[in-house]
């Protein structure tokens, strides 16, 4: 008998299993369109040429010092007037409290924790789908959460109907998780008509929206532009919570870097707020990775770079764009039966493509086509060299 005796085996992460899967298969064409991390045309992972020159700038740096506790302060001011624009009432007002996070995951986690110890009646609405970790998330900082309705379907679209419904059921202080954009896995985002609908409920109900917001940039190629939830959302004078993360838009998985802010009602309330983030970061990883957020400084900081990376940014998003568009293309040129419309209507990273988990599982056996078995489609794995063996294999699996 060990002390280890009774620790049972975990269950393997659902993404982690996929590639394992590929990695084992012989198949010199085998594709993953699991994972979610940019890939060029040639399959490749992606440095940017920004982060290249960012990096050249401070490298020699000698300081490798700790950072504070909520981290760099020059970059979290940078982050936070990305996320809410550059002359945001409350930025100017001094009522954003912001501190450096382990990327977005990190800022989720932290927001968990701050409701377990600041809003204990407050429960977590969470759109159904979501990012599998979301659950665990708020699971283990034990706070209570509610899904709500999110899509549907018969349409592969949004279900605003079933959405505006199951919010309003919310209680006076509930915290409303919201994608801001590029919603993984479904690829689908409300319009703004219906982003200020949601938004108008939201504040008469007094529900407290809290954006994820892991893919500004990638899902238009326009870092304002995918920024437009959380504008509608400040326009009608919301206090909000943000988690931002530097992982897919400039490419900086492993360097977990990232930015989570709480527009408070004044400056004092954001100062109270922020010195508690910090309270509950300190036992938690004592302080943030130093790397990154002098990566991300130095673009945001300095205009040329930082129009640089916009292009950049772009460049990756119009990339996934044109195999929607090519996707789609060779499905409808297959004559495949089925409606593929949803595959340029959706956004981001992901296509939520429809098809069943026995669909996946024979594009893996037979095709050595591996994605999550719902369905989902990391689109930053299809290239022009492999998008006609994809519509090839999705066509026979479907008909
Ligand atoms: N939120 C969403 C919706 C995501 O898709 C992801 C990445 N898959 C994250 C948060 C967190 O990513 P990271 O911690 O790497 O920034």
Same mark, same amino acid.
């Given at each position: ?178 994608? $801001? ?65 530097? $992982? ?18 004044? $400056? ?132």
């Amino acid at each position: 008998q060990s002390l280890f005796s009774d620790v049972q085996v975990a269950p393997k992460d659902p993404i982690l299993g996929i590639t394992e899967a590929f990695l084992a298969d012989q198949n010199s064409e085998k594709m993953n369109l699991g994972v979610g991390a940019y890939r060029d045309d040639d399959c490749k992972p992606v440095v940017l040429n920004v982060v290249r020159e960012a990096e050249s700038r401070i490298a020699g740096s000698n300081f490798m010092e700790y950072l504070p506790i909520g981290g760099m302060k020059a970059f979290s001011d940078l982050s936070v007037k990305l996320a809410f624009g550059e002359d945001a009432l409350p930025i100017q007002e001094g009522r954003v409290a912001a501190v450096q996070s382990l990327s977005g995951t990190g800022s989720c986690r932290l927001m968990a924790e701050f409701m377990h110890r600041y809003l204990p009646q407050a429960k977590i609405w969470i759109p159904k789908p979501t990012w599998s970790n979301h659950h665990n998330i708020w699971k283990d900082a034990q706070v209570q959460q509610e899904l709500y309705r999110y899509y549907k379907p018969e349409s592969r679209g949004l279900d605003q109907e079933g959405l505006l419904e199951d919010l309003s059921k919310g209680s006076p202080g509930d915290v409303v998780l919201l994608h $801001a954009c590029a919603h993984n896995p479904t690829g689908v985002d409300p319009t703004p008509q219906q982003w200020k609908e949601i938004s108008k409920l939201m504040k008469e109900k007094q529900l407290f929206p809290f954006f994820d917001m892991a893919y500004q940039g990638f899902a238009s190629g326009d870092c304002t532009r995918d920024a437009q939830a959380i504008r509608v959302f400040l326009e009608d004078g919301h206090l909000m919570g943000c988690s931002q993360s530097y $992982a897919k838009n400039m490419g900086l998985y492993g360097q977990r870097i990232g930015c989570f802010s709480i527009i408070t009602d004044s $400056a004092d309330e954001a100062k109270a707020v922020e010195s508690q983030m910090k309270a509950i970061a300190r036992p938690m990883y004592s302080n943030p990775p130093l790397h990154g957020a002098l990566l991300v400084k130095e673009i945001l900081g300095n205009e040329a770079l930082k129009q640089q990376w916009y292009e950049e940014v772009r460049g990756m998003a119009e990339r996934i764009i044109s195999m929607r568009a090519l996707l789609r293309q060779h499905l409808e040129d297959l004559k495949n039966p089925l409606p593929w419309k949803h595959v340029t209507e959706q956004i981001g990273m992901f296509c939520f493509s429809g098809i069943s988990p026995e669909q996946v599982d024979r594009l893996a056996q037979d095709y050595s086509i591996y994605m999550t078995r719902n369905g989902r489609i990391s689109m930053a794995g299809v290239t022009t060299k492999n998008v006609s063996r994809l519509a090839e294999a999705l066509h026979k699996v479907t008909t």
